[in-house]
Nanobody, 122 residues
Framework: QVQLVESGGGLVQAGGSLRLSCAAS????????MAWFRQAPGKERGFVAAISKSGGNTYYADSVKGRFTISRDNAKNTVYLQMASLKPEDSGVYSC???????????????WGQGTQVTVSS
């Protein structure tokens, strides 16, 4: 099992940047693919980005390509989401997730953090 704790959310103006972090417990972090999802009020949770166990492969939702960057530091048991050129529609609760399985498609993520709120004002 792995426990996940997100941080770094907050209020930012449109066009601004934020970096989210997700710290994982345990000594087997490198055995998990990691991903970020987000959920806006009244909407279903949606995929944002994923990264493979080694960090060598990344995947993004079309809506964030070129603006968001997912990365990981296996020595620190942490995955990051660097968000730039933020838009109001990027607002929502961002959750990180882990799976020992395939990185993408993101259908098998089973471990979840509690989420961190991101609000982008116009």
């Amino acid at each position: 099992q792995v426990q996940l704790v997100e941080s770094g959310g907050g209020l930012v103006q449109a066009g601004g940047s934020l970096r989210l972090s997700c710290a994982a417990s345990g000594r087997t972090f490198s055995r998990y693919s990691m991903a970020w999802f987000r959920q806006a009020p009244g909407k279903e949770r949606g995929f944002v980005a994923a990264i493979s166990k080694s960090g060598g492969n990344t995947y993004y939702a079309d809506s964030v390509k070129g603006r968001f960057t997912i990365s990981r530091d296996n020595a620190k048991n942490t995955v990051y989401l660097q968000m730039a050129s933020l838009k109001p529609e990027d607002s929502g609760v961002y959750s990180c997730s882990a799976t020992p399985g395939a990185t993408y498609p993101a259908n098998d993520y089973t471990y979840w953090g509690q989420g961190t709120q991101v609000t982008v004002s116009s």
